[in-house]
């Protein structure tokens, strides 16, 4: 079997502070030299932080979306969805909401009622993956996985654990078979520990430290920084110098026009104007009830 090798680190994006309100944020994508990771388009990290008993939780009351996919990864915390197309759930650590705005939706992400009264950890990040011009009026649709559904793949002696997202890991089916192929998981690495896991030279790698300090093909990269690979191997390989979270995805380019306006993201202006339009005169659906 021939020797897999291994992508190199292009540019490190630190990610930029950007809080809202009193929810510590911070933002590697889209950053000032990096406008997106084809077809990654957005990565907020929310946290972490501890809210005290009595807060009001999270901000993200009712809004709409038209174009792309949300993937909400709920590190610590519990987060509450709802939207216009029926989609419901409260998802606890560890899980995962995947939501296909596609034509467009309304949705609600917000603390549950037991969050605001006794407070806790919080961590959320929420990546934006777009979708191609033949998919953007596709049905919408949500999925919310319990971090119970999300298939645990241990590597590397134990010292490496894959949570299989989406795609196929390590010869382990995820719950999620994306429209576009993604292949996404949530990459916990003990000290030492160390994950090579092959990628084709044709796609694009999104790859952000969460927490702890990794190298990824022999460059270090630190915790709140987004690692731009170059295309010039058919692996990703990553070692931990100290515990580690890395959030790993890769999918093949989509190579389209971006337009985007706050929460819709197409081709055209004519196609934003077009969904401004379409919410306005309510035709995403009614609000979902908060």
């Given amino acids: 079997m021939t020797a897999l090798t291994s992508r190199t680190v292009a540019r490190l994006h630190p990610a930029q502070r950007d809080d809202i309100g009193d929810l510590i944020t911070r933002r590697p994508l889209p950053g000032p030299d990096l406008p997106q990771v084809d077809p990654f388009l957005f990565l907020n990290h929310h946290g972490p932080q501890t809210y005290p008993p009595n807060n009001r939780g999270l901000p993200f009351g009712p809004h709409p979306h038209r174009g792309f996919e949300t993937v909400t990864f709920i590190l610590e915390g519990e987060l509450s969805h709802a939207d216009s197309g029926g989609g419901e759930s409260i998802i606890g650590p560890g899980g995962v909401q995947w939501m296909t705005a596609g034509s467009g939706l309304i949705h609600a992400e917000l603390s549950p009622a037991s969050f605001k009264r006794d407070g806790g950890p919080m961590e959320i990040l929420q990546l934006w993956v777009n979708l ?32 299989a ?10 719950p999620i078979q994306s429209l576009i192929d993604i292949q996404m998981a949530v990459v916990r690495l003990k000290a030492g520990g160390r994950l ?9 790698v999104f790859l952000y430290v969460v927490r702890g300090d990794v190298s990824v093909g022999g460059a ?17 390989r ?9 959030l790993l995805g890769h999918a093949a380019p989509i190579g389209e026009p971006v337009f ?5 993201v197409m081709n055209t202006r004519e196609e934003i104007i077009q969904a401004v339009q379409d919410y306005q005169a309510g035709r995403f659906g009614p609000p979902p009830p908060v």
Avoid: C
């Fill in 260 to 264: 985007a306006h706050g929460p819709f």
């Fill in 132 to 163: 191609p011009s033949r998919l953007k009026m596709t049905a919408p649709n949500y999925v919310g996985l319990q971090a119970a559904d999300i298939p645990k793949v241990a590597l590397d002696d134990g010292r490496v654990t894959v949570e």
């Fill in 196 to 204: 090579e896991t092959p990628v084709a030279p044709d796609r694009n």
């Fill in 220 to 236: 270090p990269v630190p915790a709140w920084h987004l690692a731009a690979l170059n295309d010039d191997g058919d692996a990703v």
């Fill in 238 to 246: 990553i070692e931990a110098s100290s515990d580690a979270v890395v």
């Fill in 165 to 174: 997202v989406s795609g196929r890991w390590a010869g382990t089916e995820a």
